[in-house]
């Protein structure tokens, strides 16, 4: 017997993913907190998107970074499934709680009060739905119809990761020249050139950034 495809309401996944906090919003606020005016869209987190061992999967970015002042929210393509205990319901309710707490609360106890209050369970910096809130997400799920996405697969990505690139430092004088990471010139200044005991010159290029070579994948 085949699988009969779940209906969808919603061309794309900003649609969806709007209605799904309008759908939530109630939850929120029978608790006691009101969910601000948001943007949301499915978009890689601006760090640890790809990682394997800690992998992000939503990010909520505060009002203060904003231009219009909302602040605005990003779950993570690698998510497809709508109503899991991880999905993309459960890390959607994570981020509006940062929101409407802000996110300089981190995910402390102000965080973790408003985190329990509309039931995600387990730990604050991971959290995922608890057996009350996979009721409502069911609920949800359902009015909304299938999330319209399809997850991207992490393996198949067009950017390859770089490997750690060693800068060229050189002395002025004799042209004496050496290779070192970032990290090191950052960390201890530029090496010496064994001839004058001068400190060597060197320009770090535009596309190395502070997490070359120490990812988390």
């Known amino acids: 017997m085949s699988k009969t495809k779940l209906h969808t309401k919603y061309e ?21 907190y009101k969910v601000p005016t948001l943007r949301v869209a499915c978009g890689w987190p601006s760090s640890r998107a790809l990682s394997r061992k800690k992998r992000c999967l939503g990010e909520c970015w505060s009002k203060e970074s904003s231009t219009d002042k909302k602040p605005q929210i990003f779950i993570s393509p690698y998510l497809d499934e709508a109503a899991s205990d991880t999905g993309v319901l459960a890390t959607l309710v994570h981020e509006v709680v ?27 910096t991971a959290t995922e739905a608890g057996p009350e809130l ?35 430092a050189e002395c002025g004088d004799c042209g004496y020249t050496v290779r070192t990471s970032r990290k090191w010139l950052e960390e201890a200044g530029a090496p010496l050139c064994p001839c004058n005991k001068k400190s060597m010159g060197f320009e770090i290029p535009d596309e190395l950034d502070s997490d070359e070579g120490e990812g988390d994948e």
Request: one cysteine or more.
């Open 12 to 32: 794309t996944r900003e649609a969806w993913l709007i209605a799904a906090i309008a759908a939530m919003t109630p939850r929120f606020e029978s608790k006691n």
């Open 98 to 124: 940062h929101a409407v707490v802000g996110n300089k609360e981190g995910h402390n106890k102000v965080f973790g009060e408003c985190a329990r209050a509309v039931g995600l369970a387990g730990k604050l």
């Open 134 to 168: 996979m009721q409502k997400m069911k609920t949800w799920s359902d009015a909304l119809g299938e999330y319209p996405h399809a997850r991207l697969d992490l393996f198949k990505s067009p950017v390859k990761k770089q490997t750690t690139r060693m800068v060229k």
